[in-house]
């Protein structure tokens, strides 16, 4: 039952967000690298947002502010990574001009038309993840294009921004921020809504993501480069999807989300077809706890245990709903459960459609619904648990999303998770609360700027590729593979130091991509091997004092601990030579010698295991079995 | 074309269309104009070799609204009445996002829609006296700010709040607690070190908490309420003549100097806690006194390395009547200003001795210089800060004849603008390298 995405009238459109590797923040003079250690007991600041009733934009502003209302939001300072320009204590210093320098240049390779001068806007965030409450953003450039086989895709505009806090933690329903990330500087690359299926998204992503790495300029990782989603399809509404790290699932979230929008609309159609109306759901919260008082539920009796109590809520007309499956793993109570937890800070909903389950009985369930007065073949109930204020936030946001259901797909702001699926963030914010940064003078873009800019344009990957293929010989999969891996740029450098008969540009890009990968499936912390660590174990290859085995050996191990020396791994590792390697091996085999030959069809390995004992990293694998194998047979035959 | 005109600038085969807004004090000036895209972008197009038409005329109403009333008014949840003297500053700015313009002025309805919390404590009324920016302050706005608050003690309101600039704040602080004592309910001023325009302002902390103080609080004296740390957690209440803008812009930039702060109003229960147990008690009514004079004609002036006599005998021929001197140490200046001190003081200028350490206290008669300056008519100003001591001559000098009246005031202990003892725990720590 695959979808047919020009039938249900697919529009996707992508925001790129990549983190630009320049020395210092984008309004500060803090270094752009995130602290690493423990956040226990680094300095802490504590606030509240709030917004003007008056200043929501389109959002219900009532519901806005109530969302904001006492939310705590905890920010950690790491000393060094943070001043008091993160802390929205100080003004923003200017602009950072090696940033618009490398922004200048990407716009350049999208053939964008580059603004005369450029102005910071305040764009209003209240979810905490800017100390100030609004993320500073400037249009660097306005349109362009990028090719695509399924149709040229338009971009709309090129932003520099600044990152927002990294989000570590949640502590008793106040959300807790590390400030080292706020004010990285990063691309944000928006196109218009011209792609059309979950596999263009993909390819366009993709090929976006390239030309941003082919400046040098930007960040490597997990976390540098974010994308954001914005899916619609006929009859669906335009749903944000934020934060998608993994460009391999991309595809994976726009089908999801197109599944999530269809089924919706046919969730509204059965809903109508029931004849029940939005009036009939109504947000009477009823105290049930009666009901539970001897329950056998270990999630109820602890929970009664700390004093709490379970409320309900009836959704008439509506059982057997709330399990209908509206992404992989997720049902239509599941997107209920987003709702009651992001506004209520409950920990989750329980409902009829799962029950009896979570060691609630059927007489607990026959009692719920004769207490609450519902007809238990055609009404569904959702119940939270804990103190009542909370409950009943919780229960109005179930109600409120119950009530959407009656038109289809809400608006809202999604965010990925792992498996490509999809869960509720928050209300989208209006387009219009946009403000001037008044505290930054603009910047009139000059000659200097755009010369300076020229050092950061992307070449054509189309080029690239063809070069990987002609000028270096290396096959359509690995050109590939190289264009995809983040190492890719470290191939032209290091082609241009080693390129002879040991060292080849083949095996660099096989070491750069299939190696490392292989390292990185093995849980190797890849990221600590540094460039010079490959040219240095790429020239003890050349000087013939490292085999191929041992330079993957070598990266292996310095990886997994990077304050080892180099030197001395490699010495651990120096190739033995052949005569050395025919001692070891006969040696072997004479000491095995009675054993070999009443196993003779494992005589092979055998020798093999012990050899490579010895031997591994030390001379290349393909050596010792030819030996053995030749040796072997001269004991055998 | 004029700002708020929705307009097109086609230029090397693109399209721009956007609202054209007012260019800022900073943009370039020659060619630039300024367009506000639908997603709500500003970005600055250059008009050469550009096409240039207006779609739609006052696409969007520019120019803040000038209106202008003495007073606005939102009723309440309680019976209390607070009165919000509105001077300007940061406290009041908001930019509108449509046009960028920086709307300087407060009603009772723009604070209940950013502290919609407000409401619970009272009903609000707005007094739009000044839109200025704190470093426009002058004694004549202190004067009148002190007949305002006056009239709103006699009239009988429940709560007294001045929002104005932080820069000189507390110069307006030292004021009214010089016009106005025996004081029968405190007077809250209050500002913000970041505009309420900003979802992380911290004016309606400051704010709620200014209200607390004033319906609740048991001290009758001018104090100012403004965050105590750099996280919303609480507010401190400073005594009016003891408190100091430390930072130029950090929320918790007032500190008392010399001194405890009174009290602190501690979030998100808004409860208030005293700190100091020295401090007026409300007064009668009846006991109030007004006295909202001061002089212009008195200057301060910081002692430097190479400070010249020249400064000080300026100001004697141009008939200035007090000098405060922020002196260097204990309080102390260059020998060569001596004789041009000892004509000042001939001359009837009251010559008044602060020190530029912020902390400590004077203290002439340690060496030479301090007791030379002594002799030559120097009044010493213990540890009134140097701000403190200026506004209290100005309002000494206006309002009393008697020179040697006025010299004898000034050191004398009037709202506790002196502080004789000096516990250790009073200096701030600063970072020395202990683990953060």
Known sequence: MGIDYNDVGLQVGLEIHQQLDTSSKLFCSCPTKLFEGPDEELAKVERYLRIGRSETGEVDPAALYEYMKGKKIIYLAPKGHVCTVELDEEPPHELNKEALSVALGISLGFKSKIVDEVYVMRKIVVDGSNTTGFQRTAIIALGGELFDEEGTVRIQTICLEEDAARRVRDLDGSAVYNLDRLGIPLIEISTAPDIRSPEQTLRVASRIGLMLRLTGKVKRGIGTIRQDINVSIKGGSKVEIKGVQNLEIIDKVVEYEVMRQLTLLRLRDEILSRGISRDDIEDKFLDVTEVFKESKSRLIVNNLREGNKVYACVLKGFKGLLKVEVQPGRRFGTELADYAREWGGVSGIIHTDELPGYGISVDEVKRLYSLLGADEGRDAVVMVIGPEGKCTRSLNAVVSRVKEAFIGVPKETRVANDDGTTRYMRPQPGAARMYPETDIPPVRIDENLIREAMKYVPRDPNAVYEELLTKYSLSHELSKQLLRSPYMLYFFDLVKEFSDDVVTPQYIASLLTIHLKGLKSEGIPIENITFDVIKYVLSMLRSGSLSKDGVIEVLREYASDPKKSINDLAKRYVKKDLDEVTRVISKIVESNRDELIKKKDRAFNIVMGLAMKDLRGKVDGKVVADLVRKLLDELLR | ?436
């Not at chain 2, 930039?253 to 401090?279: C, E």
Request: proline share 4%.
């Open chain 2, 1 to 436: 074309m004029k700002p708020g005109d929705l307009i097109r600038i086609v230029k090397d085969g693109h399209v721009v269309e956007g609202v054209l807004m007012p260019l800022t004090e900073l943009s370039s000036k020659n060619d630039i104009v300024v367009v506000k895209l639908a997603n709500g972008y500003n970005v600055g197009v250059s008009l050469t070799n550009a096409y240039v038409e207006v779609v739609k005329e006052g696409y969007i109403e520019m120019g803040v609204s000038e209106r202008r009333s003495a007073s606005t008014y939102v009723t309440g949840q309680t019976g209390k009445l607070i009165s919000v003297v509105s001077t300007g500053g940061t406290i009041v700015s908001k930019v509108e996002y449509e046009t960028g313009a920086v709307k300087p002025a407060l009603t009772a309805d723009d604070l209940i829609d950013f502290v919609p919390e407000l409401k619970e404590m009272g009903s609000i009324e707005v007094i739009d006296l000044y839109r200025i920016l704190s470093e426009n302050m002058t004694p004549d706005h202190w004067a009148s700010i002190s007949r305002v608050v006056g009239e709103k003690i006699v009239s009988g309101v429940d709560g007294i709040i001045v929002a104005h600039g932080t820069d000189t704040l507390s110069y307006t602080s030292s004021a009214l607690a010089f016009a106005l004592m025996n004081l029968p309910q405190p007077i809250v001023l209050v500002g913000s070190q970041r505009s309420s325009d900003r979802p992380s302002s911290d004016s309606a902390l400051n704010l709620l908490a200014s209200i607390v103080v004033a319906l609740n609080a048991p001290f009758g004296e001018v104090v100012a309420a403004m965050h105590g740390s750099v996280s919303d957690n609480y507010i401190l209440v400073h005594r009016g003549v003891k408190v100091r803008k430390m930072h130029s812009s950090r929320r918790d930039a007032f500190q008392t100097v010399n001194d405890v702060p009174l009290a602190k109003v501690v979030f998100p229960d808004k409860r208030l806690v005293m700190i100091s147990t020295k401090y007026l008690c409300r007064n009668k009514k009846e006991n109030l006194i007004i006295m909202p004079n001061f002089e212009k004609k008195v200057a301060i002036v910081k002692a430097y390395p190479g400070l010249s006599s020249e400064i000080i005998d300026f100001l004697v021929d141009k008939k200035f009547k007090g000098i405060v001197i922020e002196g260097t140490g204990l309080g102390h200046v260059n020998d060569l200003c001596i004789p041009s001190i000892r004509r000042a003081a001939e001359e009837g200028v009251v010559v008044a001795m602060a020190t530029q350490t912020i902390f400590g206290r004077v203290n002439m008669n340690v060496y030479t210089t301090g007791r030379r300056l002594l002799m030559a008519g120097v009044i010493p100003a213990a540890d009134m800060l140097a701000e403190t001591t200026y506004v209290k001559l100005s309002w000494l000098l206006a309002n009393f004849n008697d020179l040697s009246d006025v010299k004898k005031l000034l050191t004398r202990n009037l709202v506790h603008e002196i502080n004789d003892a000096h516990e250790e725990y009073l200096y701030p720590r600063w970072y020395h390298g202990d683990r953060l």
